[in-house]
Structures are given as C-alpha cells and as structure tokens.
C-alpha cells in the first residue's frame, strides 16, 4: 500500500513538472518562432503577443489539480479550492499587467489581461472535464 502511494505521488510531481515544461515550451516556441514569422496582421500580433499570458493562467491554474487529486477531498470543497486558485492566478497576472512586479511585462495591454481570463476559465472548464472523468471512475470502483 505504502508503495503505491509512493508512485501515486511521483505521478502527480511528473504531471506538474511536464505542465511546468509545457508552459516554458509553449512561450519559447512563441516568442522565437511563431511571432516573428506570423506577427504581420494586427489580429495575430494581438494573438501572438497575448498567448503567453493564457498559457500561463491556464498551466498556472492546472498546477493545482495533481494535489487535489491526490488529497481525494470531497467534490464541492476540490471545485471550490481549484476556482479559488484559478482566480487568485488571474488576479495576480492581472497586477502583474498594470503594475509590473517581475520583468515579464513592459507594457500595459488589456490583451493580455483578457488572454488571462480566457486562460483561467478554459483551466476550469479543463478540470471540470477531467474531475468529473475521475469521480465518475473513482464512484465505480
């Protein structure tokens, strides 16, 4: 028993580092590639230029997800928890925005506070989807 609480554990760390090297894959493959060579029409420079900012409330968010799962709480207090984080995440990256606090951001652009938005709802619909797929198979056994 102990044993497989033990590699239980190691899977959700392997799934938080794999979201942590999706994340810094995803804005690097951006930034080098995708908006230099796509960036000439204002709509995909404002795609382009905000993608970072919704990788990283999406992925940010989701980091969440292994603990809970692994904790086994009830459903209602898990949902509670991951909006919360989701939310806390927006808003941070909100501020982050306006009032720069680390180097990412040199401008204000409401893009990326959307692209925010966008990525902390699309991180909830995400662990609904998953959750509801993991209590379904949880209540059958």
Do not use: C, H, W
Not at 117 to 137: D, H, M, P, Q, W
């Amino acid at each position: 028993m102990r044993q497989n609480k033990i590699f239980q554990n190691k899977k959700y760390i392997i799934t938080n580092i794999l979201l942590f090297a999706l994340l810094y894959l995803s804005v690097i493959f951006n930034k080098e590639y995708i908006r230099p060579n796509y960036n000439n029409t204002e709509i995909i420079g404002i795609i382009t230029g905000s993608f970072s900012n919704f990788m990283a409330a999406y992925i940010i968010s989701l980091f969440s997800v292994s603990p809970l799962l692994a904790s086994k709480i009830k459903t209602k207090k898990a949902r509670i928890i991951f909006y919360t984080i989701s939310v806390i995440v927006f808003i941070l990256l909100m501020i982050e925005e306006l009032k720069p606090f680390v180097d990412a951001s040199k401008t204000y652009d409401i893009y990326d506070i959307l692209a925010s938005g966008l990525g902390s709802l699309f991180a909830i619909l995400t662990f609904e989807v998953f959750f509801n797929k993991i209590i379904i198979r949880r209540e059958k056994l």
